[in-house]
């Protein structure tokens, strides 16, 4: 996801700037999600049928009836809280489908890229390391001995990874990872200007097979299942809105439906810590423990196998500058891999 972004000579605060200094009173109220991403009839390969106040119902029960913080508790490496308890204009659609409309504007009129979030040098880092450990996975996996090849190597080790980029705004994350040497690129949004912008952008700068859709994390219409699934801002973004904690639930429940088994998720996020985020991905396996051992002990033959935590921490970006307050060393942005069992 990305903020607005308008020619040169007017600058603007960054999306980060904004989410500190803006609440939801600017705001009157939130678009409905569902409408561009029931324009594409994409169907569910998981056949949901709850309405969203049932799902959103379903999760607030969760949330309540666990024992733990949810993410408006947690401290942060922020220079300084967001107002609200950390809710924002940027954790609402009707913000994304007035900014993207914005850029495309812009794109049209200038041909600017828009805004990447977080700042190149970042979406560099982010990429080139999911790429090493990729191939380090697929290396392990084919029982293949490091020989320095890596680089020259990259796309016999990558050809099976299919990715997955969740609220993909422009686009230009699939762009550098396809410079890395990944090849099958999904992209998607609940914003369709942001999926308009993204195909546009695409077509321009040379990546026309990345594919574009638009389609909603929290109540998902995609079919497939991706090895590889990245998150840069988009979790930061959900817990922004008003119902943030709630709709985070939500998240973890859908995004682990599109991690296939050994695949990894890999979360670059500028409102959580490294130790904030296996917190919670720790809260959602241990939510996740508890369902199954309800099931398991109602008699159900559906439980077997289904033991193990839906996701454990595998490493995280170690090269971003960090700094030091109150005694304790940090960063202002964080990067996870966690890997699906």
Not at 21 to 34: H, K, Q
Not at 113 to 124: A, H, N
Not at 139 to 167: P, R
Request: aromatic residues 8%.
């Amino acid at each position: 996801m990305a903020g607005i972004r308008l020619p040169p000579e007017e600058p603007e605060p960054t999306p980060q700037q904004q989410a500190r200094a803006t609440t939801t009173d600017s705001l009157a109220s939130d678009d409905d999600r569902s409408i561009a991403a029931d324009s594409w009839s994409i169907k569910s390969e998981y056949g949901s049928t709850l309405d969203d106040d049932q799902r959103h119902a379903d999760a607030a029960e969760a949330l309540s009836s666990a024992n733990f913080r949810v993410s408006s508790d947690y401290s942060s490496d922020k220079e300084e809280p967001d107002a609200d308890g950390g809710q924002s204009m940027l954790g609402l659609q009707s913000y994304w489908d007035a900014a993207y409309s914005d850029e495309l504007s812009n794109f049209r009129e200038h041909g600017h890229t828009g805004e990447v979030w977080f700042g190149d040098d970042v979406m560099e880092i982010v990429t080139s390391w999911t790429k090493d450990l990729c191939v380090e996975i697929s290396k392990k996996e084919m029982s293949v001995s490091d020989n320095g090849e890596v680089n020259d190597q990259a796309g016999k080790y990558l050809s099976s990874w299919n990715v997955l980029d969740l609220g993909t705004g422009n686009g230009l994350l699939l762009h550098q990872l396809a410079k890395e040497g990944f090849s099958d690129l999904t992209g998607t949004d609940y914003s369709e200007g942001a999926v308009e912008l993204a195909q546009h952008l695409s077509q321009r700068d040379g990546f026309p097979n990345i594919r574009f859709m638009v389609d909603d994390i929290l109540d998902t219409k995609l079919e497939r299942q991706f090895k590889l699934v990245m998150d840069k801002g988009t979790l930061d973004a959900i817990g922004l809105h008003p119902d943030g904690p709630v709709k985070r639930v939500m998240y973890w429940d859908s995004v682990s439906k599109l991690v296939a088994p050994g695949g990894i998720l890999v979360i670059t996020s500028c409102n959580n810590t490294k130790d904030e985020l296996l917190e919670e991905v720790e809260n959602f396996n241990m939510r996740k423990s508890n369902l199954t051992g309800d099931v398991s002990s109602s008699g159900s033959e559906a439980a077997s196998g289904t033991d193990h935590p839906p996701f454990e921490y595998l490493s995280h970006v170690r090269t971003y500058p960090t700094f030091m307050f109150g005694g304790s060393v940090g960063s202002r942005v964080a990067t996870v891999a966690f890997l699906r069992k």
